[in-house]
């Protein structure tokens, strides 16, 4: 069996936070500061199959975003996951989504690098709405 683990961010309000706790499995929520979230990264345990980091995204409204790549200092890191497959898993369950090529440069895309690079690409980030819009396909969710 595949060892799983889900990661938002904390804040009473974050809908990546709501998302995570809602999830039955491993889960952990991830400081709101770059120094605060590396630490948090260097100590969760290295043995996961796949990981999966949610980020909210005040742009979307009634979809998710599947980010490929992670940028730093001008690398890119990418997922190894099959990303087309996590699209169709979301779609079967009426959430919408698209696969993006394009490395986002804030704090999720900080988390998204360091997460790949601990887990040799076997993490996604998968930015998702704000809470503004996330009880709009929270049932889809739940």
């Given at each position: 069996m595949?060892?799983?683990l889900?990661?938002?961010?904390?804040?009473?309000?974050?809908s990546s936070?709501?998302l995570?706790?809602s999830l039955s499995g491993?889960?952990?929520l991830?400081t709101n500061?770059y120094?605060?979230?590396k630490r948090?990264?260097?100590?969760?345990p290295?043995?996961y199959?796949e990981?999966?980091?949610?980020?909210?995204d005040?742009?979307?409204?009634?979809?998710?975003?599947?980010?490929?790549?992670?940028?730093?200092e001008?690398k890119?890191?990418a997922?190894?996951?099959d990303?087309?497959?996590?699209?169709?898993?979301?779609s079967?369950?009426?959430i919408?989504s698209?696969?993006?090529?394009?490395?986002?440069?804030?704090?999720?895309n900080?988390a998204?690098w360091?997460?790949?690079?601990?887990?040799?690409?076997r993490?996604v980030l998968?930015?998702?709405p704000?809470?503004?819009?996330?009880?709009n396909?929270a049932?889809?969710v739940?």
């Open positions: 595949k060892k799983v889900y990661i938002g961010f904390k804040g009473h309000n974050n936070a709501i995570v706790n491993q889960r952990s991830l500061s120094a605060g979230l948090d990264i260097e100590i969760l290295s043995d199959d990981v999966y980091l949610f980020g909210a005040k742009s979307l409204s009634d979809s998710f975003r599947i980010e490929q790549y992670a940028e730093k001008g890119q890191l997922a190894i996951l990303l087309n497959e996590l699209a169709e898993r979301l079967a369950s009426g919408k698209t696969i993006s090529k394009r490395a986002t440069h804030y704090l999720c900080e998204y360091y997460l790949l690079e601990k887990y040799r690409g993490a998968i930015h998702i704000t809470i503004k819009h996330f009880y396909i049932p889809l739940f």
